[in-house]
């Protein structure tokens, strides 16, 4: 009896009433062990590898401390493109860390307390912490500007910076158990003695020979009809090409241009204008510039190379109190006034003895034993040893108070003016939000001339009436387009449609042009066909977009990539055109030459051809034709040869054969260093295409 008939009969209702029970039951269940019905359940999964769900809140949370560290390193507010960075970096993270989790578990991979201390802050940081501390002005690491965070960090109490610190560390110690990894990965490869020899062949092995090219371009379009036939062949010969790792999407889209005009750009400079009159007779220069400033510019000591090119060739060169611009500079207006200038060092090497300001019993006292301890220090008493025994800065006192070596604007601006304006050796005692220190200066390095420079900005962005104009374009298209007429609409306002057709969820541009985040979004909640209910923008322009195609991750569908290979395809036909030419020309013939003579073109002589570097001079790479070259024996035609440019006939002439190999150990350390590293990247990827893995965060970012 079929499963319909059973629940027919009574039988079936009493077995259809306890399942419902059961079910019923299961539900209340769930709701009572996790507090949400299962269908709820995992609505703030940003993502899944293998089983391990990383939530939105904790994935949010790493997200806004790498933002923070590139805000450091950068300067500035955080950008759309520094926060899709931040995104895929924590991404790549999580990804990595679960992709080789179990295998290195496995083997017992670890990173002991010393290890981790050695890689923060040893003579070979690791690369995280190289481009957390780097010096955006010099462009190298900065051990002093290292050393100072942890010490700021340990006694300011700032549970986000702890956190930033933690999730910094937890990066560090991932990416020396993947190197571990990878090193154990990289010394399980080798290289033969005849693989040595056989690459030595390769590279040295000169090949001379003969060519006929009768190229692609020369078959008229009409005598290659392309059939669907035709497209489905290249296809299944080259599936493995259209294989992608996620989903994509196609988005038509229409961009209407915001950009300023020439009046805007006026009206900026008569604005900075009546700016320059009022910086002049301000009272306070760093005050009035910070509020009147698009980019707010820090109020410090700079030096030439520093400032744009334009107030960097006038600043240093005026006397305090001068103010000058306004000069143009990347899309802004700049003007600037010189309060104060001072020939100085670039870098001091300091060591330092915080107080505790309040367990000192407040900051009288702590002063007091400052000076106390200074004291001390002038009269002979090592200063590594006082530090050891009074400082409350655990990141340097273990170090004898040393801080390193830091530029200017690395430390708070009492700290900074003591060291900067003081001498080497001089002994200063500076009150500072973190306490009271004691400060030696052990060296100061360089010199050069400082100007402290209060800046203000002015971008030149599109006024009220350009950007109305440009909306009510683009409304107008948005209320006219379907997604039948979406290009026709798009031609009758002068605008063109274009197509992105392999866009990620987490891209921010489309064909290379900005799309803001939330046009990605809509796209990855639309439907095949829809048309965006709003206009998006970013800062220069308005898009509009239509979904036109969803493409699953795995392989593409023919339909998909059928524009793409649409070209390929045809050189496919007009080679089959090109290869009936070139066998009737061979027929009977025992010679290049009188195989050029049948098809009306010359053969072409090349010399000293190798097969690892497989390009025909003046013509293009082509690995199949030097292929064919080097497994010929000489004096004979070959078959025609299908190439990236057109269809080929070669005849060898001759080869001349390398000298025997003189160093073959060296060769087989120089194969086995690319093979290692290859090895890695190939083994990640066969984790990465078995692992189960779940990607959720256009949902949320």
Do not use: C
Not at 623 to 631: D, E, K, P, R
């Amino acid at each position: 009896m079929g499963l319909m008939g059973f629940l027919r009969n009574k039988a079936g209702v009493i077995l259809t009433a306890a399942m419902a029970i059961a079910i019923l039951a299961f539900l209340l269940g769930d709701v009572v062990r996790g507090g949400a019905p299962f269908w709820a359940r995992h609505q703030n999964r940003v993502g899944e590898v293998n089983g391990t769900e990383i939530e939105y809140p904790a994935f949010n949370q790493q997200v806004e401390q790498a933002e923070e560290m590139f805000k450091q390193q950068m300067g500035g507010a955080v950008t759309p493109q520094m926060r899709t960075y931040a995104v895929q970096q924590v991404w790549n993270q999580f990804l990595s860390r679960e992709i080789l989790k179990k295998e290195i578990e496995k083997i017992g991979l670890t990173v002991g307390k010393d290890e981790l201390n050695d890689l923060v802050k040893g003579p070979n940081p690791s690369p995280q912490i190289v481009q957390a501390f780097t010096n955006p002005q010099t462009g190298q690491f900065d051990h002093g500007q290292l050393m100072t965070f942890i010490s700021q960090m340990n006694t300011s109490g700032n549970q986000a910076v702890a956190q930033q610190w933690e999730v910094l560390l937890e990066g560090v110690r991932d990416e020396r158990l993947s190197s571990k990894y990878g090193e154990l990965l990289s010394n399980s490869v080798y290289v033969t003695s005849l693989e040595a020899n056989e690459e030595y062949q390769e590279r040295n092995k000169l090949a001379n020979f003969k060519y006929i090219l009768l190229d692609y371009a020369s078959v008229k379009d009409a005598e290659a009809k392309v059939t669907d036939a035709d497209f489905q062949e290249y296809y299944n010969e080259h599936k493995n090409m259209f294989k992608t790792q996620e989903e994509t999407r196609a988005i038509q889209y229409v961009t209407v241009d915001a950009k300023p005009l020439a009046k805007d750009s006026l009206a900026v400079k008569e604005a900075i204008d009546k700016l320059k009159q009022d910086l002049i007779v301000a009272k306070d220069d760093s005050l009035f510039a910070s509020i009147n400033s698009d980019n707010k510019y820090p109020f410090t000591y700079v030096k030439k190379g520093q400032l744009s090119p334009s107030l960097d060739s006038v600043v240093f060169n005026v006397a305090a109190g001068t103010t000058v611009g306004p000069f143009l500079s990347n899309n802004a207006y700049e003007i600037a006034k010189v309060v104060s200038t001072v020939v100085g060092p670039d870098s001091v090497k300091a060591s330092h003895i915080l107080l505790d300001a309040t367990a000192e019993g407040g900051v009288d006292k702590a002063l007091a034993k400052a000076d106390s301890i200074k004291g001390l220090i002038q009269k002979g008493d090592n200063f590594a040893a006082l530090a050891v025994q009074f400082s409350s800065d655990p990141g340097s006192k273990t170090n004898g108070g040393e801080l390193g070596t830091f530029t200017r604007g690395r430390m708070v601006p009492e700290f900074e003016k003591a060291v900067f304006e003081g001498k080497t050796g001089d002994i200063k005692v500076v009150k500072s939000q973190f306490g009271v220190h004691i400060i030696k200066i052990e060296k100061q390095i360089g010199t050069a001339k400082y100007a402290k420079v209060a800046i203000i900005d002015k971008v030149i962005n599109s006024g009220k009436e350009t950007l109305n104009n440009a909306h009510s374009k683009a409304t107008a298209f948005l209320s006219a387009a379907t997604a039948q007429n979406f290009a026709q609409e798009a031609k009758k306002l002068g605008l063109e449609a274009r197509t992105a057709s392999r866009v990620t969820a987490m891209d921010n541009v489309l064909d290379g042009t900005e799309a803001p985040r939330d046009l990605i979004k809509w796209a990855f909640e639309a439907k095949k066909g829809d048309i965006s209910d709003k206009v998006f923008e970013t800062e220069t322009s308005y898009i509009l977009a239509s979904l036109v195609d969803v493409q699953p991750k795995g392989v593409l569908s023919l339909d998909a990539v059928k524009k793409d290979i649409e070209p390929a395809v045809k050189n496919k036909v007009k080679a089959k055109v090109l290869k009936e030419r070139f066998a009737k020309a061979l027929a009977g013939a025992s010679s290049i030459d009188q195989v050029a003579q049948k098809v009306g073109k010359s053969a072409i002589h090349v010399e000293n051809v190798v097969f690892a570097n497989p390009v025909i001079p003046g013509v293009a790479l082509e690995n199949a034709v030097v292929g064919t070259v080097f497994g010929l024996q000489p004096n004979k035609p070959s078959k025609a040869i299908e190439g990236n440019t057109g269809v080929y006939v070669v005849q060898v002439n001759g080869f001349t054969n390398p000298s025997a190999i003189s160093d073959i150990n060296g060769q087989k350390k120089q194969m086995l260093a690319a093979k290692a590293q290859r090895a890695w990247g190939s083994i990640f990827r066969a984790l990465q295409d078995k692992a189960e893995i779940i990607d959720n965060r256009v949902k949320f970012f």
